[in-house]
Structures are given as C-alpha cells and as structure tokens.
C-alpha cells in the first residue's frame, strides 16, 4: 500500500490502490466455497497444486508490470493471487485436524502463525529490493521465486489420511448449518467485525510515514505488528485452553477494536510501537481461533470442508468484506488531506458496536446451551 501509493502507482489515490489487497483478501476467504467441499471429497493435491501454480504465476506476471499500470496491477495482484491463495487457504489448515483430536486448536492456531512470521522476513526482502539497485521488476521476481519454492516444499511434504467421504450433499450441510443458531451467530458476527479490521494492516505504515516519521522506521511497523501477530497466533491455542475458545475469540475482537479507534492518537515512535504490538497481538489470537471455532462447531469432520466454505463466503457475503475491509472506504474517507481520525473512527465504531452486539446474543444462547466450546 505505502510503495504503491508514494512510488509506483502515485498516480491513483489511495482509496483506489486499496482495492488490490481488498479485492485479494476477499477471494482468499469466498473461494473456500469451492475449494472447501472439493477437500472433502478428497481434492487436497490438487487445490494445493493449482493454487500455487496460480500464486506463483501471479507474482511472476506482477514483475512485468509498469508504473502508473493501475488496472494491470489490479488484476494480476488482486485476482489471480487471490483464486490462488483462496484454494489453498482452508485446506491447508484444515488438513491437520485429520492428524490430531486432542489439543487441534493449539495445533491448528500453529499453523497459521506461519502467516505473520513470513510477513516479518518476506516485506524485509521486498524492501531492499525495491528500494536497493534492484529494482520492482527484478525483486518482484526474486520474491516469486522464493515463494515458489516454499510453496513447493509445501506441497511435496503434506500429507492427508484417508477420510470417509461425505455422504451428505453440499446443500444438505448448508441447510444444517441454518439450523444451527450458534454457527450462524458466529458467523454474522465475524461478518460485521470484518468491516474496519483490516485498517491498521492497510494503513500503519501510512500513517507513521505522514506523520513525520522516519521512512525507514515506518516500514517497520508493519514488522513489528507482523512480529506480536505471530506470537498471539502462537499463544492463541494456549490461552483458549483455559478461556475456551468462543470466550477468547469476543475477547480478542473487542480489543481488535478499540486499538482501532486508538490510532487517532498515533503521533510518534513509540505510539507506532504501542499500537503495532498490541493490535499485531490481539488480531493474531483473533485470526487464528477462526478455524478452530468452525472445528469445534463441526460434529462430523467429513464435513469441515464444506463448512469452512460457508463459514468464510458469508464473512463476505455481498462482497461487505471487499467494500469495507479497511481499504476503499477507509481510503475514500481519508482523502486527499489524509484526516486521520475519520477512517480510524469509522472502522472502530463500526466493527466494535455489530461485533459486540453479535456477541451478547452468541454468550446468551451459548450459556442456555452450554455447548462444549473447549478443545
């Protein structure tokens, strides 16, 4: 977002650029709605081989854009990479709890602490890159083809065990899921809270940088907020043993969400510093507790795929993720004379009021029914 905006593509604004992480963040979580009962049925080599030849294809097409190539970029960055991070997304998570009953939210919350740790060293490798002799061309290639080799070693080293095949159909299990109260409310919430989460990620660096400080420093940010992400993603398994994982995931959106409205007071280092650890911390505990949430709401693994599939299709049912997920929207009320406080106060009190609001009904009904929430 930060080189896009003030080198590469500075001929758009901001509220436009933001579609292409956007638009990524969206196919990533809707195409499990295909990716997801084709891994039920058996499909797992082959999502995890097409998607990454898609990510890799994806990031080598990159390198041949040009500057000032908006919709090129869009295209490449945003949709391609995007179907192909989407079709091995949940079944690369969801494979492990074919390996593991007991202790799978920890395992699982593990898993996905991979993310922020290759955020910490990836953004570090693109930024000498493309601020070095390199250059965008050049270093959007050594970039793909460091991913392809990670992606490669993914694919020849995990393994599934034979599972028996659903016997219910596609639609047999989203007539189910209606049914169940407590999966619905799960995922309405999530749906509602998704509105300015993604803010601090599209905007940190950003924010630091307009406001004086140092180029450098601001690039750290989004490390630092990446370094606590990887720890809340890793603790994340940990706590919920105690907490329970329904009570952990409200308690890290809430938090989620007033650090949100605090980055109106971001001014210097150390609240750059404040911010990044403690927003990096919670949003990690909160991302990786999401599969182990439909997990625990799953009776028949059989079906995990499919549910995976709804769960994440309706967070952005009528593409409310892709308008509101702290890019375009945020960007729009940013403008031109970068106010702050708007973007910040509007993705914080939108997500922290539909959130909470969702969560009173799901603590309710889940102490009338006392399911077991704990794994």
Not at 5 to 31: D, E, Q
Not at 159 to 181: D, G, H, Q
Not at 271 to 297: N, R
Not at 335 to 352: A, C, E, H, M
């Amino acid at each position: 977002e930060d080189y896009y905006t003030r080198i590469y593509l500075a001929n758009h604004p901001p509220s436009a650029i933001s579609w292409i992480g956007a638009l990524t963040a969206f196919l990533t979580v809707n195409v499990t709605l295909i990716s997801g009962p084709l891994y039920d049925r058996g499909w797992f080599h082959r999502l995890m081989i097409a998607g990454s030849l898609l990510q890799s294809l994806s990031l080598f097409a990159l390198s041949f854009t040009k500057p000032g190539q908006f919709y090129l970029a869009f295209m490449v960055q945003g949709v391609l990479a995007g179907f192909g991070m989407g079709l091995t997304y949940a079944p690369s998570i969801a494979v492990v709890s074919q390996h593991f009953s007991r202790r799978r939210t920890l395992l699982m919350s593990l898993v996905t602490s991979g993310v922020p740790l290759g955020s910490m060293i990836h953004p570090i490798m693109l930024n000498h890159l493309l601020n070095g002799t390199v250059g965008f061309a050049n270093g959007v290639r050594a970039s793909a083809g460091f991913v392809s080799v990670l992606l490669l070693i993914a694919c020849l080293f995990m393994r599934t065990r034979e599972l028996p095949i659903p016997t219910a159909s596609y639609t047999a299990v989203a007539r189910k899921c209606s049914r169940e109260v407590l999966f619905i409310l799960m995922t309405v919430g999530s749906l509602l809270f998704q509105t300015g989460f993604f803010f601090p990620v599209f905007y940190l660096q950003l924010d630091s940088a307009k406001h004086g400080i140092d180029i450098n420093f601001s690039f750290y940010s989004l490390v630092i907020m990446n370094a606590a992400c990887f720890i809340g993603r890793c603790t994340a398994g940990i706590i919920a043993t105690y907490t329970g994982v329904l009570n952990l995931t409200i308690a890290s959106a809430v938090a989620c969400s007033v650090l949100i409205i605090s980055m109106i007071a971001l001014s210097d280092v150390a609240s750059v510093v404040a911010l990044g650890l403690a927003y990096g911390y919670f949003s990690g505990v909160y991302i990786a507790l999401l599969v182990p949430m439909v997990t625990v709401l799953t009776p028949d693994l059989s079906e995990l795929g499919a549910r995976m599939g709804i769960f994440f299709a309706f967070r952005s049912l009528s593409a409310i993720e892709l308008i509101f997920s702290g890019g375009p929207i945020s960007g729009a009320l940013l403008g031109s004379q970068y106010k702050w406080w708007i973007p910040s106060l509007f993705s914080g009190v939108s997500s922290s009021h539909r959130s909470c609001t969702c969560a009173d009904h799901v603590l309710k009904f889940a102490s009338s029914s006392s399911p077991s929430l704990e794994v």
